[in-house]
């Protein structure tokens, strides 16, 4: 990047997303007008977008070529901003307090789905309906979206497209990265689409349908229903229950298969396991439930929670924290595991898990056979020695987080269930937890110093944390060195775009 435009290229892409979220709720205002619900929360939320991000947008400058730090801090400060705007439909119009409704719309943006509305009837029909959207963007995810949408980002936009997009691989449908980005807007407005119109014939109201639509194929979890889906039927269950699993499934094989590659599917590995593991632990969720259910009740509302819960969407078709024990405890399990790579779901990704596994594996057999050359391959895909690091430094910090949060809400007076299941379901953007923060409950009643490291807690998990961990590295704070200095210019840009560990895909 130019010299002159060095360090403005984040002030720009922060700029265009606070001005196309006052275009979002202008929109939303005027359905609100129509509803007759409260105009003024949407109005002056995009008052406010409007006003800080026109002079950002003048400031900053666009850049072919922005530096691997400039990209990492457009993203961390797009997700920070937004979601700080977002805060005030909540406190306007549901008079939230200001802590609750940046938990609200962090996990909201972050598409979490853990909430802290301790009373639903004080939300407009509006509001609940912007509470979902946000949902909806936050999964597919805000770059993604700029980079469709936009054409001046899809030059600049590879590095920061990479910094948002989950899991530990990158499917190019395309050379052209706004190619890919509009092949995966494609699938997911099509999911959507499509599972609104499933649940209106599934016996849901307009709103109901679009709002469930929006956070279902997001993987997210938010509900105008106080209850979640305990509210409706079998039917609609059902119906929750396809959409989440397709969620959850990479966006790329998705498309491939919408354009006549259905074989991909069933070569992926990781869709393979993906749908193993549906499969075993809904059976096993499924029996533990006989007894408290009859079979067929059994049988839905286990794999309901099987999958929304693997898929770290967060429904509750029942209220699960009162089910025996053996059934929480293989749900609390599923948090860990997440769904695929390059999909709307959160937590760890079964695709993280493969390559761990794998690697246990050839460690094993190495013990035996010392001097064998056992390359490392998840199916025919060969991974390199650097993506098995960066799996593992996410792992460790994945860990260390759920621990140290886990740590801190107990020496705040959570009893260890809540405590753990709330880090958990919140670094995973899962949604509810155990205890004190189950389906039925509301994180809005944790003490303030507790919410304050979950709303961290979402805002690195939805970023892959690794991303969010550079901020506290003393070497992120350094000036770049002039381009073509020893390492600092542009070689040492397309070297760490390779091979760096934020950037943690298989090739």
């Known amino acids: 990047m130019p010299r002159g435009r060095r360090g403005r290229f984040a002030p720009y892409v922060v700029g265009m997303g606070l001005l196309t979220m006052a275009l979002a709720l202008v929109g939303f205002a005027l359905y609100a007008a129509i509803l007759d619900d409260p105009v003024a929360p949407f109005l002056l939320t995009a008052t406010l977008a409007f006003v800080l991000g026109m002079p950002l947008r003048w400031v900053g400058r666009f850049g ?84 469709a949408v936009f054409p001046q980002l899809a030059i600049a936009g590879r590095q920061i497209f990479h910094a948002e997009l989950p899991g530990p691989t990158e499917e190019r449908l395309s050379p052209r990265l706004r190619t890919t980005a509009l092949a ?98 809904g059976s096993l969720l499924s029996l533990h439930l006989v007894g408290t259910y009859d079979r067929g009740e059994a049988l839905r509302h286990g794999f309901f929670q099987t999958v929304s819960i693997l898929t770290t969407t967060g429904y509750a078709s029942a209220d699960f924290d009162a089910w025996p024990d053996r059934a929480r405890m293989t749900l609390l399990l599923l948090m860990f595991v997440g769904g695929s790579a390059g999909s709307a779901a959160g937590g760890i990704k079964v695709m993280r898990w493969l390559i761990i596994g794998a690697h246990t594996v050839r460690e094993v057999r190495r013990a035996l056979h010392p001097r064998a050359i056992l390359p490392l391959q998840v199916g025919r895909r060969a991974i390199p020695d650097d993506v098995l690091k960066a799996v593992g430094a996410f792992l460790m910090l994945y860990a260390g987080l759920v621990t140290a949060s886990a740590t801190l809400l107990v020496y705040l007076g959570q009893d260890f269930l809540s405590a753990f299941s709330a880090a958990a379901a919140t670094v995973g953007n899962v949604g509810p937890g155990l205890g004190n923060v189950g389906p039925m409950a509301s994180y809005g009643d944790l003490p303030a110093l507790g919410r304050g490291v979950l709303i961290f807690n979402m805002f690195a998990g939805r970023l892959e944390i690794v991303t969010v961990f550079v901020l506290f590295t003393m070497r992120s704070w350094r000036l770049p060195r002039r381009e073509g200095r020893g390492r600092g210019g542009a070689a040492a840009l397309s070297e760490s775009t390779r091979r760096g560990p934020l950037l943690d895909e298989p090739s």
Do not use: K
Not at 73 to 99: E, Q
Not at 210 to 227: D, I, K, L, M, Y
């Open 64 to 147: 072919p070529d922005p530096s691997r730090r400039e990209a990492l801090l457009s993203v961390l400060l797009l997700w920070s901003v937004v979601p700080l705007v977002g805060v005030l439909p909540y406190v306007l119009g549901a008079g939230m307090t200001p802590l609750n409704a940046l938990f609200e719309s962090m996990s909201g943006f972050t598409a979490t789905g853990a909430t802290a509305i301790t009373d639903f009837a004080a939300l407009s029909t509006a509001l609940f309906m912007w509470r979902a959207f946000t949902q909806w963007v936050g999964g597919i995810g805000i770059v993604v979206a700029f980079v």
């Open 184 to 281: 995966v807007l494609s699938v997911y407005v099509a999911l959507s689409a499509t599972c609104a119109f499933a649940y209106a014939l599934a016996g849901m109201a307009p709103y109901e349908a679009v709002a469930h639509a929006f956070t279902t194929v997001a993987a997210a979890g938010f509900s105008p229903e106080a209850r979640s889906y305990e509210a409706y039927g079998m039917a609609v269950d059902w119906v929750a229950i396809t959409f989440m699993t397709l969620a959850a499934v990479n966006f790329a094989l998705l498309f491939r298969a919408f354009l006549g590659r259905p074989r991909d599917l069933a070569r992926d590995p990781e869709l393979r396991t993906y749908g193993a593991i549906v499969l075993l632990a």
